[in-house]
């Protein structure tokens, strides 16, 4: 089967860097997504990786590693408004998008 | 620009009445998806249409019918709600060859 794992829940200190962690089980792999969503609102497109490596947009970065089936999205200088969950996509070999739980993100002053 | 709409955005629903989703965009996007949420669950496809014209059954399509007439439109039907379908909807858009899906603002529905 299709499986996308990361954490339930994550909680981070305002100013710091969090990584959130992604591995996935997809047949067929045609990019990895994150996506964040607050709470009550729709998701929203952060990054999205094809190759192996680091895609760096300000101050969210996001790393592939297809051998392992892992991604992480890194976060820096934390915000208050960064609390949100924060989805992980895997777009498998129909081009669908398989979808893991999402982490939600709790940032403390 | 709008975007996406989804109307209504929360609705009561009987069990065993019939209900329609509406959604519409004016991006002009070729591929349309409805989606499901649920806690502790991610995100599920329930269809979705690559053009106006044609549709396709997602993940989790029993229960739900759709139709897509023309570019803009994408109307998600319960023929016959059951408790089971309680659940947030968020429909969502995207350019044939663009990686980033746009999506609604959701339509949170129970079914009692």
């Known amino acids: ?109 | 620009t709008a975007g996406i709409t989804q109307a209504p955005t929360s609705q009561i629903l009987a069990a065993g009445r019939s209900m329609t989703l509406r959604c519409t965009q004016d991006m002009r996007h070729n591929a349309m998806y409805w989606y499901r949420q649920d806690l502790g669950l991610g995100l599920r496809l329930i269809h979705y249409s690559n053009t106006a014209g044609t549709t396709g059954k997602g993940e989790v399509p029993d229960g739900y019918s759709v139709s897509r007439a023309n570019t803009d439109d994408f109307p998600l039907t319960l023929a016959s709600a059951v408790p089971s379908q309680t659940s947030v909807y968020f429909c969502a858009s995207s350019e044939k060859g663009n990686n980033e899906q746009f999506f609604g603002p959701g339509t949170r529905l129970t079914v009692l």
């Open chain 1, 1 to 109: 089967g299709q499986n996308i794992d990361q954490p339930t829940e994550m909680t981070a200190t305002e100013g710091a860097i969090v990584q959130i962690n992604c591995t996935y089980q997809t047949s067929g792999f045609n990019g990895l997504f994150w996506y964040q969503q607050h709470a009550g609102e729709a998701p929203t497109f952060l990054s999205y990786n094809v190759l192996d490596g680091l895609e760096e947009k300000g101050r969210f970065s996001s790393f592939l590693s297809r051998s392992k089936g892992y991604s992480y999205l890194l976060l820096k200088e934390l915000q208050m408004k960064d609390s949100a969950s924060y989805l992980c996509a895997v777009r498998d070999s129909n081009y669908q998008l398989i979808w893991g739980a999402g982490t939600k993100l709790i940032i403390k002053p």
